[in-house]
């Protein structure tokens, strides 16, 4: 390298630095990821395509209620426009919140669409792959993880687990061929891993665990407070235990829905309202102590609003649906 070049990429690498920020206090993502526990923020659905500034303002109101983190879901227009996740990361920094970037690797919308020739993977979500790793390479600073699909394995978007785990394995490429050590994981359920065969390439991809944990899905899921959703929740927890064999683990979405419009139950003595939800919010908070800090787990709610229908602490109107606050710390 000449030292001209050598000094165009220091310039670059301080600049870097200085315009962060964002300090990973314990020297890296992942050691940040390891630390978390408690309430870390929520899942927000990006469909409708606000604003940087509606972002921004979205972000703020979640951090003035103690939110430390935030991931996306779904998708705005194609999702293939990196300066659309420019967008989405700027909001972010200026909150002055962690964010996670989801690329939506399902070829469509979660729901009320229909598959075309054109809806495959290789046509519709690996475009949007590419968006995300541009656009994180250009803003990394407030990244804290990137998560490659939402229920890959469940929904089999890439065609295999090895095909899923290959572009896993290229974002990495390119975060380190950037100089960014990003930490990149799939947000997903315990069946989905369960169910997927051979996900020894996906397993060994990616740097610790996104979980996706939905006990109002359950066979036996009856009201959000129930027995039995805190023990669905601890059965899939010691299933993922033993998956990351050490590598740290995240609760990136969990909640309980008011209403079954979006997403229906599989047991017929589910109970889906305000209160079910409240009390499923409760039921996570009241194990601060004596399970997510023990563990040095973080837990995520899905959703900031009831734009995924139901799912959310704020109505559309922005209404508290009740008087939702948890503790940081504990
Ligand atoms: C750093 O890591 C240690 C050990 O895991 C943990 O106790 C501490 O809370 C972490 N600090 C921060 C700021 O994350
Ligand atoms: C999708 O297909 C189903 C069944 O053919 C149809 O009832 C529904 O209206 C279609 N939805 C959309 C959004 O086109
Ligand atoms: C699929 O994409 C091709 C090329 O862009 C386009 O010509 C065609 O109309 C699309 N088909 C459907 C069903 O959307
Ligand atoms: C990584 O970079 C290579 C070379 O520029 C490119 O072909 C590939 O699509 C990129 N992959 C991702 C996931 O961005
Ligand atoms: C599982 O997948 C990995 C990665 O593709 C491969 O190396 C291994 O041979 C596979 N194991 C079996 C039992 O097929
Ligand atoms: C917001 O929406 C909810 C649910 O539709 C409704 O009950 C409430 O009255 C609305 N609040 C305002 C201030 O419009």
């Known amino acids: 390298m000449s030292p001209t070049s050598f000094f165009a990429v220091w310039c670059i690498f301080f600049a870097r630095l200085v315009s962060s920020a964002y300090i990973y206090p314990n020297g890296s993502r992942l050691?940040?990821?390891?630390?978390?526990?408690?309430?870390?923020?929520f899942v927000y659905d990006i469909e409708p395509c606000k604003t940087k500034s509606e972002m921004t303002a979205d972000f703020a109101h979640m951090k003035s209620r103690g939110a430390r983190t935030v991931i996306t879901f779904?998708?705005?227009?194609?999702?293939?426009?990196?300066?659309?996740?420019?967008?989405?990361?700027?909001?972010?920094?200026?909150?002055?919140?962690?964010?996670?970037?989801?690329?939506?690797?399902?070829?469509?919308?979660?729901?009320?669409?229909?598959?075309?020739?054109?809806?495959?993977?290789?046509?519709?979500?690996?475009?949007?792959?590419?968006?995300?790793?541009?656009?994180?390479?250009?803003?990394?600073?407030?990244?804290?993880?990137?998560?490659?699909?939402?229920?890959?394995?469940?929904?089999?978007?890439?065609?295999?687990?090895?095909a899923l785990a290959y572009y896993i394995n290229n974002m990495r490429s390119n975060f380190t061929a950037a100089g960014l050590h990003i930490p990149i994981s799939i947000s997903e359920l315990a069946y989905g891993w369960q169910i997927s065969g051979n996900i020894t390439a996906v397993s060994d991809a990616v740097d610790f665990f996104m979980i996706n944990e939905f006990p109002y899905f359950a066979q036996n899921a009856q009201a959000g407070g129930s027995?039995?959703?805190?023990?669905?929740?601890?059965?899939?927890?010691?299933?993922?235990?033993?998956?990351?064999?050490?590598?740290?683990?995240?609760?990136?979405?969990?909640?309980?829905?008011s209403n079954e419009d979006e997403f229906g139950p599989n047991s017929p003595d589910v109970v889906a309202s305000?209160?079910?939800?409240?009390?499923?919010?409760?039921?996570?908070d009241g194990h601060c102590e004596d399970y997510f800090k023990t563990n040095n787990i973080g837990w995520m709610w899905r959703a900031y609003?009831?734009?995924?229908?139901?799912?959310?602490?704020?109505?559309?109107?922005?209404?508290?649906?009740?008087?939702?606050?948890?503790?940081?710390?504990?």
Not at 31 to 41: F, H, K, L, P, V
Not at 274 to 284: M, R, T
């Open 227 to 257: 027995s039995s959703s805190w023990q669905n929740l601890l059965t899939d927890m010691e299933y993922f235990e033993t998956l990351a064999n050490g590598r740290p683990l995240l609760i990136t979405q969990t909640g309980w829905p």
């Open 74 to 162: 779904d998708f705005c227009g194609t999702g293939a426009d990196a300066s659309y996740y420019d967008d989405i990361i700027l909001a972010a920094e200026t909150a002055g919140i962690f964010i996670i970037p989801l690329a939506w690797t399902l070829p469509i919308h979660v729901i009320n669409q229909n598959y075309t020739a054109n809806d495959t993977f290789l046509i519709k979500s690996v475009p949007r792959i590419l968006a995300v790793t541009e656009a994180v390479i250009r803003n990394p600073g407030p990244v804290l993880a990137v998560a490659v699909g939402d229920e890959p394995l469940y929904d089999d978007d890439a065609g295999s687990p090895d």
């Open 305 to 330: 609003s009831d734009i995924i229908e139901g799912w959310g602490v704020i109505e559309l109107n922005g209404t508290n649906k009740w008087p939702w606050a948890a503790r940081l710390t504990c």
């Open 274 to 284: 305000v209160a079910s939800e409240e009390a499923y919010w409760d039921l996570l």
């Open 31 to 41: 050691d940040q990821i390891r630390s978390m526990y408690a309430w870390e923020g």
